[in-house]
């Protein structure tokens, strides 16, 4: 049933069906003024020009004073003025600058031409394919194109993030302050814990899901193939936003965690707006890509994909999607309260003014806790998919496992306040919020338990990326069961904003979600490249990964229970040596990475090439070649069956034609099999 | 399989048991949250060695040899199966609520006529003020009596800051613009720290304070040498002799938290080095310093970071001895 097509043949092939061939590129100085890079060059300082201006004449016909304006004078006196007077400032370019670049590299500018009346470029989906290097880095409408910018792109964000941490494992590898002061210190686990979150685990998951997901349902694309690419584009924004918060004078980053609780976010200096604004652009990538999901998924099934046979991944991410659209505009407004109370003076959180101090957290953790799911679902449903390959066996308990999907989506709306037990919120809350916040254990021991049945009298293969799922089953577990303890308000009492929660995050969102990320990577490594990685160096990879990870993280447990409060550079003496044992385990922990990114690359060049099945797996993406065709499916699959029917003979997911017979014979009707 | 479940079982009790994972508990509330901990521990312990066991032996047994082309057995799932893990984590975690709901109510239990202290929180220090010494009084650290249940009522000036002592388990944000409370009942006598766990800035890390418990006739005994110390301070020429340097180190002024004073012994790394910056300044102007820290601000630091109270916090004759003593300590 695998088809053997080279992508040579497959060219040919999309010809038949139509235009496939890009548009010529534009030559002469109109490679200035079509979309692209050329275009960034003037559009982009431009724009910035034209931005400041603004905001200049505003305040000056406004009557107030231009010092913003004054401090880019090098006068020897830069750093006394009152940089708060550059806010208005950051805040126009943050918000205009990047449009103006989404316009001019050609992701945004389409409503322009109906505006003004030219001719307007329907999406024929002439772009489709990369088909070199540099294609991966212009607008691209393919989303098997924008899953891998996604993926690269996180890729360089999980690295500057883990580098952070680096930094900060050698300031606390001993007491005292050594290496950064307590303001750097304070940016770099903010920086860490941000880029992370926003730029790396939850983008990441959304490219794997924006390759693997139209494939696995039988789609030739996402729904909306211009808002995938404009979504994409915003990520890069909102990181080097962060990232730039580095940059600005008398800087330190943004230094009051990723919760950026008020007042105190109120109170920092202006590298601060910097996350306010860069999270707008995450959260509005998000937001866009989990409509595209929601639509795809919804609309774009073949013939015969019910829900009820859609693989427990796209189950994962429909559930995921769901939570971002809803919560994700909650973070969105939280982080503008900040912003106006820092710019335009409101007072939503100042208690001088009537604010209200502890609101902010309300607002905070109604997104920031479903955001914990949408940083785990999507790792649910890779770990489902790939355990159930390499055990050889169907997924054990299929309807429950997509039920406790969306059971976990439901509570996970009811548990923010837990957050909270200590925050000085109604204290009544605190009960039903516990109760609420120990029930996500019941369909979340369903999925572990049906994970582990999915192994029971299998025929295991332990490849990397099952290594991988099955190190996350387990160090799940154990951050699933330290969250029972953090869930218990007594015991949260006394372990919150310790380094237990370090620890718990760590297994939740490491242990879990990254494993599954490698797991991810790994297992749908040679669908994307079309060649096969090092299996050796991935085992290598997972071992190191899962002593040292364990190493680092595992005493922490008991460093928070003892007394370490956690985002201190500096603690008791008493703790030194486990600190530093922590430490060294920590660097061996980010060394394994280099293992893991020269693998990627070596492999991506160098690999052997990738049949179009190498796992054997049932799914609709392993049907096609390797990489899969431009258009993804010469004719719509039929779904049959379900995706996991290991263990019985003959059993089939979908029918696909065979290419072999149609080149044989093709006046074959295939409607035979629809 | 039982096997492996149980040598997980017993390792997992081991290291659970044989590693004193908490502090030793020197409150009531602390014996209580220590109750649910352990209810807690058990309950984990026994799940995690079910799916330990379970793992290692299919991980074992289950593993294909190479080259093997076969499917594992078609079995698609099981009704009675599903239904006793969604039933047993379920009863699980009922009994985890229902009993955390009951020692928590039992630990946040307030006899109706208790001795009340106030605690401001600011950044980076600690202040405590006791009604009976009328309010204006306020302390570097907090001193309590033994065996009495008294409330901890919170604010916070600035940000959010919050109270932590281990060896009580309790902890409780104090928030601006709102009063929070704690209530503990200490069972030992002894200091213990008071932790900020909030992050409260540049110099959050540093944010520490102490805790003492006295037996009750002591405490009877250090409340009226606080009420003489008012009067002494209200009569300002009757100040006796000030020790400058505990001021600076310890929780009274805590200025060592922040600053670095070679004289002093402290490394603070929050405010800039008063050994430098100090050098050759005026009394008028290390006292401009102290009471308004907002006058003149360092190269490099900020404003608003220093705490601007420390006329309130601090009698004149403090304030002065204090002075004199820095003067002194940078000439070195």
């Known amino acids: 049933m695998s088809t053997s097509v080279g992508s040579h043949d497959e060219l040919g092939r999309a010809a038949e069906l139509g235009s496939h061939e890009p548009p010529a590129r534009p030559q002469g100085i109109r490679r200035w003024t079509a979309g692209g890079w050329l275009r960034v060059l003037w559009v982009v300082p431009l724009a910035f020009l034209a931005t400041t201006a603004a905001v200049i004449a505003c305040r000056v016909a406004m009557g107030l004073d231009t010092r913003g304006w004054d401090s880019f004078v090098p006068n020897g006196d830069f750093f006394h003025f009152n940089l708060a007077d550059l806010q208005p400032l950051i805040v126009a370019w943050t918000t205009l600058v990047p449009l103006a670049f989404l316009a001019a590299i050609g992701g945004f500018d389409y409503w322009a031409y109906w505006i003004s009346g030219r001719p307007q470029r329907p999406e024929d989906h002439s772009g489709h394919g990369a088909r070199s290097w540099r294609d991966y880095f212009r607008v691209n409408t393919d989303h098997k194109v924008i899953g891998i910018q996604y993926v690269v792109t996180t890729m360089f964000f999980f690295v500057a993030a883990g580098l952070m941490a680096m930094f900060m494992r050698a300031e606390l590898a001993r007491p005292g302050m050594q290496f950064v002061d307590n303001n750097g210190f304070n940016g770099l686990f903010s920086v860490h814990a941000t880029l992370m979150i926003f730029l790396f685990i939850i983008p990441v998951f959304a490219g794997l899901g924006n390759f693997v997901i139209p494939l696995m349902i039988g789609a030739p694309d996402m729904a909306f193939p211009r808002l995938n690419a404009l979504s994409y584009w915003l990520l890069p924004i909102a990181g080097l936003i962060m990232l730039s918060s580095f940059l600005v004078p008398d800087g330190h980053a943004f230094a009051a965690g990723w919760t950026n609780y008020a007042p105190l976010s109120i109170q920092q200096p202006i590298g601060n707006l910097m996350f306010q604004m860069g999270v707008q652009w995450a959260g509005a990538s998000s937001i866009m890509t989990a409509l595209n999901f929601l639509v795809t998924i919804i609309t774009m099934r073949a013939p015969g994909m019910t829900f009820w046979r859609l693989p427990l991944l796209v189950w994962a991410n429909f559930a995921t999607s769901t939570l971002v659209v809803i919560a994700t505009p909650f973070v969105a407004g939280s982080q503008f309260f900040i912003m106006f109370d820092r710019v335009l003076h409101t007072n939503f959180f100042d208690p001088t003014q009537g604010g209200d101090v502890v609101g902010y957290q309300h607002i905070f953790w109604f997104y920031s806790h479903p955001a914990v799911y949408i940083m785990m679902l999507p790792g649910f449903g890779i770990a489902s998919e790939v355990i159930s390959v390499f055990a050889r066996k169907p997924i054990f308990g299929y309807r429950l496992m997509a039920l406790s999907l969306l059971a976990i989506l439901i509570l996970g709306f009811s548990v923010w306040a837990h957050h909270m037990f200590v925050s000085g919120m109604a204290a009544w809350l605190r009960i039903p919020m516990m109760i609420t916040t120990l029930l996500i254990a019941v369909p979340t021991g369903i999925k572990v338990f049906s994970w582990l049945a999915t192994l029971w009298e299998g025929r295991i293969h332990f490849k990397t990326p099952m290594l991988f799922a099955s190190g996350f089953v387990s160090m799940f577990v154990i951050g699933g069961l330290s969250g029972i303890f953090l869930g218990s308000v007594p015991i949260d009492i006394h372990a919150s904003d310790t380094y237990f929660v370090v620890a718990h995050i760590h297994y939740v969102l490491f242990g879990g979600s990254l494993f599954t990320i490698f797991a991810g990577i790994y297992y749908w490594f040679p669908k994307m490249t079309g060649r096969m990685y090092d299996e050796r160096l991935g085992q290598i990879h997972f071992w190191l990964t899962f002593v040292t990870f364990n190493l680092t993280f595992f005493p922490m447990h008991w460093l928070g229970l003892r007394g370490m409060p956690r985002r201190v550079s500096d603690y008791d003496p008493s703790f030194g040596t486990l600190n530093m044992i922590i430490s060294i385990a920590s660097f061996v922990l980010g060394a394994s990475t280099i293992l893991f990114l020269y693998n990627m690359i070596v492999s991506w060049r160098r690999g052997e090439p990738a049949p179009g099945n190498p796992w054997r797996a049932l799914t609709l993406e392993w049907q096609v070649a390797s990489p899969p065709p431009i258009f993804n499916f010469d004719e719509i699959p039929q779904v049959v069956g379900s995706p996991y029917a290991y263990g019985t003979r003959d059993a089939r997911h979908a029918v696909l034609r065979e290419r072999e017979t149609e080149t044989a014979q093709p006046a074959e009707p295939v409607e035979a099999l629809h | ?332």
């Open chain 2, 1 to 332: 399989m039982g096997l492996v479940a149980a040598v997980t079982t017993v390792v997992l009790a081991v290291v659970a048991t044989a590693i004193k994972w908490l502090p030793d508990s020197a409150a009531t509330q602390a014996d209580r949250i220590d109750r649910v901990y352990w209810a807690v521990t058990i309950i984990c312990v026994g799940i995690f060695a079910v799916v330990a066991a379970v793992s290692v032996y299919a991980v074992w047994k289950f593993r294909a040899p190479p080259d093997d082309w076969e499917d594992g057995s078609p079995i698609h799932g099981h009704a009675g199966l599903e239904k006793v893990w969604t039933a047993i984590p379920l009863a699980l975690v009922i009994f985890i609520s229902v009993y955390s709901s009951y020692e928590l109510s039992k630990a946040e239990d307030v006899p109706l006529d208790h001795p009340v202290v106030h605690v401001t929180s600011q950044q980076f220090a600690w202040s405590f003020s006791y009604p009976e010494l009328g309010d204006d009084m306020s302390l570097g650290e907090l001193v309590l009596p033994i065996g009495e249940t008294v409330e901890l009522d919170l604010t916070a000036k600035d940000v959010i800051h919050s109270f932590w002592v281990r060896e009580w388990r309790v902890k409780q944000d104090a928030v601006p613009g709102i009063h929070t409370h704690i209530v503990v009942t200490p069972t030992k006598t002894g200091t213990y720290e008071i932790i900020c766990t909030e992050l409260c800035g540049l110099g959050h890390a540093a944010m520490r304070s102490q805790a003492r418990v006295l037996s009750a006739s002591e405490y009877r005994k250090w409340i009226e040498q606080q009420k003489q110390g008012a009067q002494a301070a209200a009569m300002p020429s009757t100040g006796g002799k000030v020790d400058a340097e505990a001021i600076f180190t310890g929780s009274t002024g805590g200025c060592g938290n922040c600053h670095t004073l070679a004289e002093a012994g402290t490394k603070g790394a929050v405010g800039p080095d008063l050994d430098k910056v100090l050098q050759g300044k005026s009394a008028d102007f290390v006292h401009e310093s102290i009471v308004d820290p907002n006058a003149e601000i360092a190269p490099g630091y900020q404003p608003n970071v220093m705490p601007q109270d420390f006329e309130q916090k601090l009698s004149s004759a403090q304030i002065d001895a204090l002075v004199a003593y820095l003067v002194k300590a940078v000439k070195k």
